[in-house]
């Protein structure tokens, strides 16, 4: 804390993954020599620069752009980029360091960092947001490079901010780098079921937690907050697998159908128009919209947390244990508190935390990676049978861990433990860098 002040998400990342390791360092004494923990918990290199651009009527404006490349023990840094108002040094600090054990739970040969900006693309022009990615990549493209660091999107950053980066990249190195950001279009490099990954992962995901209870996701209610790629796509798989999907959520408030979200309407809606949730509301009858709602309010039985860190406290993780909820599982990156988390461990809520349960976005980006460096492309089917494949082991990983070191169903020791033990294995072997 007195290291990194002021940095609240990265000290609760770091504190949450330490709290699982206890067991991990006292069988093996040689990561208390090596420091391997004060070492993980040190970025490699973070890179802040400005980003300088003008809107339509030639104002300037200044924004601060940065890069964390925390750890390439496994491979070359790997993950995505944030564009959003809230963007600070601790906020990358914390999605690096996730991103550290996430991408080692895959068992594909990619490292953690992570990047973005406080710029704010809402009410944007299109123009607007290129000349800001222009600007953005201006800078950054010294930085990556597909065998040193490769970006891909997050929150505010999608397959056209991916494509005026990439252009960007092209222009400045006057290389057809395909393999140095993944989510492109699929005519221009990028592979199928990228853009849906994430979603249609943490539902592949949810059906291991719940198999593993005997149960299954047909028929279940569930809700989803944010209406994003991550909380569409995940809406999209969830009813392909037989559940009745009623409410979704963006910063505005929440819509509730309890007719079953219509996904067509939804992805026009949010994916294509990029309207405000409440438009959902007024093109579909059977919907209501509730202005700075709480949707943990709704009785459901399954909750997908997918729009933002600490977006599910304590008191929603009660209301929802309370009102029947059997799982939960996080497509956004930290979104339950540590005491929401708790409270349902002590409830007896199945919970997927999100470093091993929206993993498959970055995995099918490792699998772009691959595709890029053949020069190949997969089908749709073939790439999302990898996708389910690995989902499936992230969890059989994260349960045994959970099992050998003695809180058997704890997925959050269980991810933390066999994504660390990953990781440190390589540290180890590379020696003291
Ligand atoms: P998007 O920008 O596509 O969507 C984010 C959604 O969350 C929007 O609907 C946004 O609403 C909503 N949201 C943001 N803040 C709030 C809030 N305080 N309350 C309610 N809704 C809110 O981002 P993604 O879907 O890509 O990312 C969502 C989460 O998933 C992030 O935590 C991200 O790090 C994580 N993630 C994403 C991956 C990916 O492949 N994209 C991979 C792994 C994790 P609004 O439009 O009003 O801001």
Redesign the pocket.
């Known amino acids: 804390v007195r290291r990194n002040p002021g940095e609240v998400e990265f000290h609760q990342a770091v504190r949450e993954v330490l709290d699982s390791l206890g067991p991990v360092i006292a069988k093996n004494p040689d990561y208390a020599e090596q420091k391997i923990i004060q070492r993980i918990c040190e970025p490699e290199r973070q890179i802040i620069f400005r980003v300088p651009w003008s809107d339509d009527n030639g104002e300037v404006h200044i924004n601060r752009g940065m890069r964390v490349e925390f750890n390439s023990a496994l491979g070359p840094y790997k993950g995505?980029l944030?564009f959003h108002p809230s963007v600070n040094l601790g906020i990358v600090k914390f999605?690096g360091f996730e991103q550290i054990f996430k991408n080692a739970l895959t068992s594909l040969p990619i490292g953690g960092g992570k990047g973005g900006a406080d710029f704010d693309p809402?009410g944007r022009s299109d123009d607007e947001i290129m000349r800001f990615c222009q600007s953005f990549m201006l800078e950054l493209h010294r930085h990556l490079g597909e065998r040193t660091d490769v970006p891909?999107?997050?929150?505010?950053v999608?397959v056209r901010e991916i494509g005026w980066l990439f252009g960007q990249y092209k222009r400045i190195t006057n290389r057809y780098e395909s393999g140095v950001l993944t989510g492109k279009g699929v005519e221009w490099g990028g592979a199928l079921v990228r853009n849906e990954?994430?979603g249609y992962g943490l539902v592949f995901f949810l059906e291991e937690m719940l198999a593993s209870a005997g149960k299954t996701l047909d028929g279940r209610t569930v809700v989803v907050?944010?209406?994003?790629?991550?909380?569409v796509h995940a809406i999209e798989k969830a009813q392909q697998h037989g559940a009745l999907v009623v409410a979704c959520?963006?910063?505005?408030g929440f819509v509730h159908d309890p007719a079953g979200l219509q996904l067509d309407v939804l992805k026009d809606v949010?994916l294509s128009r990029r309207k405000r949730i409440s438009v959902y509301a007024d093109e579909v009858g059977s919907a209501t919209f509730v202005e700075r709602g709480n949707i943990w309010t709704l009785l459901c039985d399954v909750a997908l947390p997918?729009?933002?860190?600490n977006?599910l406290t304590r008191r929603d993780a009660e209301l929802l244990a309370r009102n029947g909820c059997i799982a939960v599982a996080e497509?956004?990156?930290m979104?339950c508190t540590p005491d929401a988390i708790q409270m349902f461990e002590s409830a007896g809520v199945a919970f997927g935390p999100?470093k091993a349960a929206?993993a498959g976005?970055?995995a099918t980006s490792a699998l772009e990676m691959q595709q890029n460096a053949s020069r190949d492309s997969w089908t749709f089917e073939h790439t999302e049978r990898r996708l389910a494949e690995i989902m499936v082991s992230i969890h059989r990983l994260c349960h045994e861990r959970s099992e050998q070191y003695g809180t058997p169903g704890n997925l959050v020791h269980g991810a933390n433990i066999a994504g660390f033990e990953r990781v440190a294995r390589a540290m180890s072997a590379l020696g003291l860098v």
Do not use: F
């Open positions: 995505g944030r999605l809402k891909a999107g997050d929150t505010g999608g990954a994430t907050s944010g209406s994003g790629n991550v909380a959520s963006d910063s505005s949010k997918c729009a933002t860190q977006e497509g956004a990156n979104p999100g929206n976005g970055v």
